[in-house]
């Protein structure tokens, strides 16, 4: 089983930046799957970014050049999306997503709100 916790949400102006972590634990070894979801009210889930044995992908090309993804060089475990240049349509719940040994697995989601 992979616990997933999220933090780095919240309110933010237009242009401003903020950065979500997800930290993944439990029984388990070597991750090759970590990626971000985002999901805004009455829209259907988007994939935004991942990472796939070491190779990063931006599904979403409306963050492409604003948002990165990255991976912490330490602790393996641990992915960051780095979100610059916001704006009010990134307004969504961003959910950390990992497939592990078949299985996928979710966090909580983190609200993040872009607003003037």
């Known amino acids: 089983q992979v616990q997933l916790v999220e933090s780095g949400g919240g309110l933010v102006q237009p242009g401003g930046s903020l950065r979500l972590s997800c930290t993944a634990s439990g029984n388990i070894d070597n991750i090759a799957a970590l990626g971000w979801y985002r999901q805004a009210p009455g829209e259907q889930r988007e994939l935004v970014a991942r990472?796939?044995?070491?190779?990063?992908?931006?599904d979403a090309d409306s963050v492409k050049g604003r948002f990165t993804i990255s991976r912490d060089s330490a602790a393996k475990n641990t992915v960051y999306l780095q979100m610059n240049s916001l704006k009010p349509e990134d307004t969504a719940v961003y959910l950390c997503?990992?497939?592990?040994?078949?299985?996928?697995?979710w966090g909580q989601g983190t609200q993040v709100i872009v607003s003037s």
């Open positions: 997503n990992v497939r592990y040994r078949g299985n996928e697995f």
């Open positions: 990472i796939i044995n070491g190779v990063i992908i931006y």
